[in-house]
């Protein structure tokens, strides 16, 4: 399937956004979806991730501030980013794996400003 991630902006300290990833197919069967995010200069990390049989995972930089939720009769995946600080900051991108290789979106930018 291909993603297509959506619902990034400029957004001061303390507020919210909500990020959103369509799937061009049914995501029912993928095992692993998630989010990373890159900010300039650093490498890509894990942002959250929501398994085929329902558990989430997430960073420890994000935990109580952002929930991840998937929809399979939707194709879709969301992350609802609250508290938002400033080294927030990043490209978002979404992705997949059934264990193997990543399928990514293109990311969306997300900018907190203090």
């Known amino acids: 399937v291909q993603l297509q991630a959506s619902g990034g902006g400029l957004v001061q300290a303390g507020g919210s956004l909500r990020l959103s990833c369509a799937a061009s197919?049914?995501?029912?069967?993928?095992?692993?979806m998630g989010w990373y995010r890159q900010a300039p200069g650093k490498q890509r990390e894990l942002v959250a991730t929501?398994?085929?049989?329902?558990?989430?995972a997430y960073a420890d930089s994000v935990k109580g501030r952002f929930t991840i939720s998937r929809d399979n009769a939707k194709n879709t995946v969301s992350l609802q980013m609250n508290s938002l600080k400033p080294e927030d900051t990043a490209v978002y991108y979404c992705?997949?794996?059934?264990?193997?290789?990543?399928?990514w979106g293109q990311g969306t930018l997300v900018t907190v400003s203090s």
């Open positions: 992705c997949s794996t059934n264990w193997g290789p990543f399928t």
């Open positions: 929501f398994t085929r049989s329902g558990s989430t």
């Open positions: 197919g049914s995501i029912s069967s993928i095992n692993v």
